[in-house]
Structures are given as C-alpha cells and as structure tokens.
C-alpha cells in the first residue's frame, strides 16, 4: 500500500519494447490535452485523405465516403471481412495524418474524437483507430491477447447514441446515456463525442500519429468483430474547421 497507486506499461513501439512506470494520480496530472484537428487535402489522392493539424482551419470544409465500401486489408485499414479478398480494392472510411514528429511524443490517457458529422441515413457507424506509422510508412503494430497485430487503440459509436450524460461526462471522457435513439435526418449535421479507449503510446521522432475513420471495423479489429448494421448503405459526412472543427484530442505527456 506504500507504492503509488498507478502502474503504467509504457509501450514504445512494437511487441515486447516497453517498461514500466510509476504514476501518482490517473489521468496523469502534467498532461498537455493536445487538440490536434482534421483538415481535409485539396487532393484526394495517396495513404490519406487530410491531415492532423495543430491549428483549426479557418475554412469549412467536409469529406464524405460510402457506408457499404470494402476495403483491401491493411490498407488504410481493413474490414474484417476482406482479409481474405486479394486485388486493389477501395480503401473504406477515411485517413488523417499527422507531420512526421519532430521528438518523441509520449500519448498516455483517455482520447477522445470529437466529429461533427451528417449521413444520407436515419443512423451512421463510427470506428476510430489510433495507428503509429513508422518513417517508412509501414504501421508499428503490438501484439494482441490473442496473437494478433493491434494498433495503438479503437473507439466505437452509434450516431444515434450519441447522447451524453452531463453529469459523468469528463472534457477528456465522454459519457454516453445510453437511453434513447437519437434518428439522423437526412443531412443533419450534428456533433458526436467518440470515447477512445485509454491508451499508451511514445510515438518516436519522424514516427506519424494516423487515425482511421470507418463505417465498420478496421486493421487490428479480427477476433474482435461487430455486426454490420442494415442502414450501412448510404454516405456518411465528415464536417471539419469552422464552426465545425472536428478534432482529436491526445493525452501527451511531457517528460518529468
């Protein structure tokens, strides 16, 4: 009972290249909640379609991409389903990027993705998966509890729960009701606070923080899979800058 009462395993990158610490309190106390926010690229093509950036852009802007698409696995993340589909298939969902980091960059605590989003549907699917792209582009991946590559960590949320408790909820950690169906209507924008699961990451100098943005599940989802729902049909829209300035936002931890 003398030890202080938080264990963490810092991961570096890659199964078995971690260490343990020590912490006083949980969320860390000197932890620099960092906004970093989703700008779409003037061009559609390469790995992703925009950008984390560390100012909200000034212009609105939106992206939209298909609920029902498939995808190639590991690329831009996979649906389950694909991985064993072989050809150049469409990427599904979305990619941000951020610039490749300038140091190493230590993420510790909950996250938290914040969309302003709209669907051609009464209800839409949002996966999010945090992935550390090394400096040749190829994903860091740690080692599941059943043998698999993971990436850093996953979210999930159904537009329609997207309700939040005010009284649990936590600027770093949304609460979700949980008692009611929130319906879309047919390109109403509206704002969902997306709970990534606790994580811990030191992503290294010109290593790049990715987040995926997916109508179903992504890479590092397989044995742990959801259902398809039957409204995965039509387009789905990411709203970003502006009054609408959809971010992410990290937990980073300075050196002590």
């Known amino acids: 009972m003398r030890e202080p009462p938080v264990k963490l395993l810092i991961r570096k990158g890659g199964h078995g290249n971690y260490e343990w610490r020590e912490e006083k309190e949980w969320p860390i106390a000197r932890t620099r909640w960092t906004k970093f926010y989703l700008e ?9 379609e925009g950008s984390l950036v560390a100012d909200a852009p000034k212009r609105a802007s939106s992206l939209s991409y298909p609920a029902s698409a498939m995808s190639k696995a590991g690329v831009a993340s996979a649906s389950w389903t694909s ?4 050809g150049n298939l469409p990427r599904m969902g979305v990619s941000f990027e951020s610039a490749a980091l300038t ?4 993420v510790t605590g909950p996250v938290v993705l ?8 009464e209800d839409m699917d949002v996966f ?8 040749n582009g190829e994903d860091v991946f740690e080692l599941g509890q059943q043998s698999q590559p993971v990436p850093v ?13 005010p009284s649990l909820t936590l600027p770093y950690r949304p609460y979700h009701a ?5 319906w879309l209507k047919a390109d109403e924008v509206v704002r969902i606070d997306v709970e990534i699961w606790p994580t811990c990451m030191v992503f290294k100098k010109g290593h790049r923080i990715r987040l995926d943005i997916q109508p179903r599940d992504g890479v590092g989802s397989f044995p742990y899979t959801h259902y398809g729902a039957d409204y995965n049909t039509g387009t789905n829209v990411l709203y970003t800058g502006g009054s609408r300035a959809s971010h992410l936002l990290l937990p980073v931890i300075p050196g002590k």
Do not use: C, F, M, Y
């Not at 991985?83 to 072989?86: E, H």
């Open 40 to 48: 779409p690229r003037a061009s559609g093509d390469g790995e992703t």
């Open 103 to 106: 140091e190493d960059t230590e």
């Open 128 to 135: 999010a998966t945090l992935r550390n792209i090394a400096a």
């Open 178 to 182: 949980h008692e009611d169906r929130q």
């Open 83 to 86: 991985t064993a589909l072989t």
């Open 114 to 121: 914040v969309l302003w989003v709209s669907s051609t549907t």
């Open 153 to 165: 960590a996953k979210g999930w949320l159904r537009a329609s729960h997207r309700r939040l408790d």
